[in-house]
């Protein structure tokens, strides 16, 4: 059967969904690179195939992927989501050299892992106090994974713990587009057209409060993200205002749900390994490596994406110039070639070259952060929660039908 078919024959079924692994498994064996109708790109399943796309930003292209998309909707649809395109022509994760080069060493500046570290504080504070709420029978996405990533990315880039059920709601819809792979939903595209609109102009509204600050000579530079970037304005080269609009949604909105799934995700391998559970519980040193594994063994963002810059060959197969390649980091990281017994979740393994936040150029920038996050929110919720156990079995839990973003509607547990 041709790779297409098993895809197609995995998504009627949903176990594209809940468990996607077995079939990644035949697809590195049989055909490790295809073209999919389903997902309306090049398909590309193994470790060393999808780690030479993730480096290879020259003939790799991040610039005009979302516009890749748009252009496959209706021109009627199109021509209704003049934001969309304007959005994604800039920013962080929409460029290519010189200009991604700059941006990142711009956005560097203030997004340095010591300013990550230093939320290591005001994270604890918040996973504190949202575990402190907790009941006995609790939904650990809805009260706990949803909540403290958008806490803390709000904190990182100054905004307030009011505006958080906004953010949730905007970075929800522009995630939206993404969920089908390389087609998009067109109510989708229209509903995310309205919600960029509202996050781009608060957005704007954060930056200028911050420039009256600053020409004031009251801004402190180092109290948020926003703060560093309008900051730089003043120095000299900076990020241009859409530039700048661009990439702090960016921020925003991948700093939240994929940090949601990537702790949901983990949690459910860890509730569903007792022995590492134990382990973890004796020595809470393994957290950190414990993270890492769970980005690796059952990652939030299971494929990348990029278009050919030029006519490539990857495994043998031709693809031609201007094509979408979604190179599959969860069948990567899960490669057999380059992880010993890859579906065992396992605290001792060396998972420094997994895949989970990328690599190359593009390599996730709040990676740190998010590690941040999963470790102080599992020795808490371990420390006050020791006998936590899933409160309905395994092959019960619903997962999201999104291709972009894997990850559980709910993770109920006893506490």
Same mark, same amino acid.
């Given at each position: 059967?041709?790779?297409?078919?098993?895809?197609?024959?995995?998504?009627?079924?949903?176990?594209?969904?809940?468990?996607?692994?077995?079939?990644?498994?035949?697809?590195?064996?049989?055909?490790?690179?295809?073209?999919?109708?389903?997902?309306?790109?090049?398909?590309?399943?193994?470790?060393?195939?999808?780690?030479?796309?993730?480096?290879?930003? *020259?003939?790799?292209?991040?610039?005009?992927?979302?516009?890749?998309?748009?252009?496959?909707?209706?021109?009627?649809?199109?021509?209704?989501?003049?934001?969309?395109?304007?959005?994604?022509?800039?920013?962080?994760?929409?460029?290519?050299?010189?200009?991604?080069?700059?941006?990142?060493?711009?956005?560097?500046?203030?997004?340095?892992?010591?300013?990550?570290?230093?939320?290591?504080?005001?994270?604890?504070?918040?996973?504190?106090?949202?575990?402190?709420?907790?009941?006995?029978?609790?939904?650990?996405?809805?009260?706990?994974?949803?909540?403290?990533?958008?806490?803390?990315?709000?904190?990182?880039?100054?905004?307030?713990?009011?505006?958080?059920?906004?953010?949730?709601?905007?970075?929800?819809?522009?995630?939206?587009?993404?969920?089908?792979?390389?087609?998009?939903?067109?109510?989708?595209?229209?509903?995310?057209?309205?919600?960029?609109?509202?996050?781009?102009?608060?957005?704007?509204?954060?930056?200028?409060?911050?420039?009256?600050?600053?020409?004031?000579?009251?801004?402190?530079?180092?109290?948020?993200?926003?703060?560093?970037?309008?900051?730089?304005?003043?120095?000299?080269?900076?990020?241009?205002?859409?530039?700048?609009?661009?990439?702090?949604?960016?921020?925003?909105?991948?700093?939240?749900?994929?940090?949601?799934?990537?702790?949901?995700?983990?949690?459910?391998?860890?509730?569903?390994?007792?022995?590492?559970?134990?382990?973890?519980?004796?020595?809470?040193?393994?957290?950190?490596?414990?993270?890492?594994?769970?980005?690796?063994?059952?990652?939030?963002?299971?494929?990348?994406?990029?278009?050919?810059?030029?006519?490539?060959?990857?495994?043998?197969?031709?693809?031609?110039?201007?094509?979408?390649?979604?190179?599959?980091?969860?069948?990567?990281?899960?490669?057999?070639?380059?992880?010993?017994?890859?579906?065992?979740?396992?605290?001792?393994?060396?998972?420094?070259?997994?895949?989970?936040?990328?690599?190359?150029?593009?390599?996730?920038?709040?990676?740190?952060?998010?590690?941040?996050?999963?470790?102080?929110?599992?020795?808490?919720?371990?420390?006050?929660?020791?006998?936590?156990?899933?409160?309905?079995?395994?092959?019960?839990? *619903?997962?999201?039908?999104?291709?972009?973003?894997?990850?559980?509607?709910?993770?109920?547990?006893?506490?």
């Amino acid at each position: 059967m041709h790779g297409d078919e098993l895809l197609k024959q995995s998504f009627e079924d949903g176990t594209y969904f809940s468990n996607p692994f077995p079939l990644f498994a035949k697809l590195r064996q049989s055909q490790p690179v295809f073209y999919s109708e389903t997902l309306g790109g090049w398909v590309v399943t193994r470790f060393q195939d999808v780690s030479d796309i993730l480096h290879n930003h *020259q003939n790799y292209s991040s610039k005009g992927r979302v516009l890749h998309l748009i252009n496959k909707l209706d021109p009627e649809v199109q021509k209704r989501l003049p934001l969309l395109q304007m959005h994604f022509a800039t920013g962080l994760a929409h460029s290519d050299a010189p200009e991604h080069k700059r941006l990142r060493g711009l956005l560097a500046q203030a997004f340095t892992p010591k300013v990550s570290e230093s939320m290591r504080p005001i994270t604890r504070d918040v996973v504190q106090k949202v575990i402190s709420r907790l009941e006995s029978n609790s939904d650990l996405i809805h009260d706990v994974f949803t909540p403290v990533p958008a806490l803390v990315v709000g904190r990182l880039l100054g905004s307030a713990e009011s505006d958080i059920p906004d953010l949730i709601r905007w970075a929800g819809a522009i995630n939206g587009l993404y969920e089908k792979g390389g087609l998009i939903d067109p109510e989708k595209a229209i509903y995310a057209e309205g919600m960029l609109q509202e996050i781009r102009v608060f957005v704007t509204r954060l930056a200028n409060e911050r420039r009256t600050l600053r020409d004031k000579g009251e801004l402190d530079p180092s109290q948020d993200v926003l703060g560093g970037l309008v900051n730089a304005e003043s120095q000299g080269d900076s990020l241009s205002d859409s530039e700048l609009v661009s990439t702090v949604v960016t921020l925003f909105v991948a700093g939240h749900e994929t940090t949601t799934h990537l702790l949901g995700n983990g949690m459910l391998a860890l509730l569903s390994s007792d022995s590492e559970l134990q382990r973890i519980k004796l020595n809470p040193d393994l957290i950190p490596s414990a993270v890492d594994e769970m980005a690796r063994f059952d990652g939030s963002v299971p494929r990348s994406w990029r278009i050919t810059k030029s006519e490539m060959e990857i495994s043998g197969v031709s693809i031609p110039v201007g094509e979408l390649v979604l190179p599959m980091l969860s069948s990567a990281n899960r490669d057999e070639n380059e992880f010993a017994d890859p579906d065992i979740f396992n605290l001792d393994r060396d998972t420094r070259k997994h895949l989970a936040f990328g690599r190359g150029v593009h390599v996730c920038l709040g990676a740190p952060l998010a590690r941040i996050e999963g470790q102080e929110i599992i020795k808490e919720i371990l420390s006050r929660f020791p006998n936590m156990r899933l409160s309905k079995n395994v092959d019960e839990l *619903q997962w999201r039908k999104d291709v972009a973003l894997r990850g559980l509607v709910s993770l109920p547990v006893t506490l």
